[in-house]
């Protein structure tokens, strides 16, 4: 199994910024790829960032893009997502994932496999 523990969140001003953090443990050998998402009330849970657990390869929602860097500390098995120029409409509970299977980022829900609890990101008018 994949443990994985999100950290950073908080509340912030529009325009603020913020890095999350989430750090993995357990059978990380198994991780292959991890992912942002995050749900905001009464909304699905959406794709926010991905990034491969080897190489450079990395994939943002438009809604990310310009804003958002997501990166990861391999010495540290974690993957940071630091959010700049923060809007209202980030308002949600973020979560980490992580997918063992191979191959580019994806941005599908249903091929991450382990999934933190999730961090509250508030930013106010």
């Known amino acids: 199994q994949v443990q994985l523990v999100e950290s950073g969140g908080g509340l912030v001003q529009t325009g603020g910024s913020l890095r999350l953090s989430c750090a993995a443990s357990?059978?990380?050998?198994?991780?292959?790829?991890m992912a942002w998402f995050r749900q905001a009330p009464g909304k699905d849970r959406e794709f926010v960032a991905a990034v491969r657990w080897s190489g450079t390869d990395t994939d943002y929602a438009d809604s990310a893009k310009g804003r958002f860097t997501i990166s990861r500390d391999d010495a540290k098995n974690t993957v940071s997502l630091q959010m700049d120029s923060l809007k209202p409409e980030d308002t949600a509970v973020y979560y980490c994932?992580?997918?063992?299977?191979?191959?580019?980022?994806?941005?599908?829900?249903?091929?991450?496999?382990?999934w933190g609890q999730g961090t509250q990101v508030t930013v106010s008018h």
């Open positions: 357990g059978r990380t050998f198994n991780i292959n790829g």
């Open positions: 994932a992580a997918t063992p299977i191979s191959g580019p980022t994806t941005r599908w829900i249903s091929t991450y496999a382990y």
